[in-house]
C-alpha cells in the first residue's frame, strides 16, 4: 500500500504526516503525535509547488534543494546547481550506523566542507540548531533539526520512493 503524505498544520505549527486511516494523520517523525478529524483542531495544507525549483545562493552559486536518502534511511540535503544539475554539493553528513525509522527530523551538518551550511539551512527555514555536536575524527559536526514540511515541498516524490520508511499503515 502506497503512503500518503500530507502536511498538517496544527497551532501554527505544520507537520509532514501520512494518512493512516480516513481520518487520522500520524506525524513522520514521531508516531506518537497524531492528528484525528474531529478530535482535534488542525488542517491540511497543500503543498507549495514553488519549492521544487527554489533557487537558493549558497557559496557564490545558485542551486535548488533537492533532498534525497542516503542508503541506510537519514535524509541527505543536496544542492544541485541550477546551472547544470550534476554538479551537486551535499550539505549533510551521514553519521549514523543504525538504519533509521521513519523519517528521521534531524541530520548531521558537514561544517568541514562547507562552514556555512547550518547558517544557510537556518536562515532559509529548513533546520535549526539543536545545539548537539558530534565528534568524527577531529571535526565536530552539528546535528540540525530538520523542518520535515518544507523539505518534502522540496523534492515530494524522493520522499514518496524512499524504501526506508517503517510506517504502519
Excluded at 518544507?150 to 499503515?169: A, C, G, M
Aim: charged share 25%; glycine share 6%; hydrophobic share 40%.
Amino acid at each position: 500500500m502506497e503512503i500518503q503524505f500530507a502536511i498538517v498544520r496544527s497551532e501554527n505549527k505544520e507537520y509532514l504526516c501520512y494518512k493512516a486511516n480516513d481520518a487520522t494523520y500520524v506525524d513522520v517523525s514521531n508516531p506518537m503525535m497524531a492528528f484525528t478529524a474531529g478530535e482535534d483542531n488542525f488542517e491540511i495544507v497543500e503543498p507549495d509547488k514553488s519549492f521544487v525549483h527554489k533557487e537558493y545562493e549558497f557559496g557564490g552559486g545558485h542551486y535548488y534543494l533537492v533532498p534525497r536518502f542516503y542508503h541506510n534511511g537519514w535524509l541527505a540535503l543536496i544542492l544541485a546547481m541550477v546551472e547544470d544539475e550534476d554538479e551537486y554539493i551535499v550539505l549533510s553528513v551521514n553519521l549514523e550506523e543504525m538504519d533509521a525509522l521513519g523519517l528521521p527530523d534531524r541530520t548531521f551538518i558537514d561544517v568541514n566542507n562547507y562552514p556555512d551550511a547550518l547558517d544557510f539551512l537556518v536562515k532559509n527555514g529548513l533546520a535549526t540548531d539543536s545545539g548537539y555536536k558530534r565528534r568524527s575524527g577531529f571535526v565536530e559536526y552539528p546535528m540540525a533539526m530538520l523542518n520535515l514540511s518544507l523539505l518534502y515541498q522540496h523534492n515530494p516524490q524522493i520522499f514518496q520512493k524512499s524504501e526506508h520508511r517503517t510506517f504502519r499503515v
